[in-house]
């Protein structure tokens, strides 16, 4: 025979604290709701530094950044106030604190991260998989293709360890 169970049971442990699926789906919402104002407050402000159109600013290439960045925002600021409230784990706890050899750890980390890419790209050319070859294009629009895409990469390797590392 099934006992029945108490409410407070199927919420809270026997500790008193939020049970983690549940703490789970509070992060889920709170981020889908952080990333996506963040997301517009974002477009909506740097159109107003700018003095350019959202619509303009939301489909150039840089959508790409501001996307990434706000879910790097969020993901700090939610897995933080999660992190604080369920378990009373302080910032630091994200591991995205300044520390003593932060930098050398980026640079590691970013380095093996390109090394990563070019092995990809090793192989796939060696397979014949993919061929590359240059564009006729200007230095310029290759430049700012560099850049932006560097940005994405960043904005991007940030914001994924800071979701799933964070909360």
Known sequence: MLRSMDARKFFFDDKGHLRSAWRLCVFVVAFY????????????GLGLVLRRPVAELANSD????F???????????????????????????L???????WLKDLGIG?????????????????????????DQVSAGAI??????SALVFVFAAAAEEMLFRGY
């Not at 709701?33 to 909506?44: N, Q, V």
């Not at 991260?113 to 590359?132: D, I, P």
């Open 33 to 44: 709701i952080c990333s996506t104002l963040g997301f517009i407050l974002l477009l909506g």
């Open 62 to 65: 840089l959508v790409f950044v």
């Open 67 to 93: 996307g990434h960045g706000s879910i790097l925002i969020s993901a700090a600021l939610v897995g933080w106030g999660c992190g604080r409230l369920f378990e009373g784990l302080p910032f630091r706890a």
């Open 95 to 101: 591991g995205c604190s300044l520390r003593p050899g």
């Open 110 to 134: 970013s380095a093996l991260g390109a090394a990563s890419l070019m092995l990809a790209a090793l192989l796939a050319t060696a397979t014949r998989s993919v061929h590359f070859s240059l």
């Open 143 to 148: 430049g700012k293709t560099l850049v932006v």
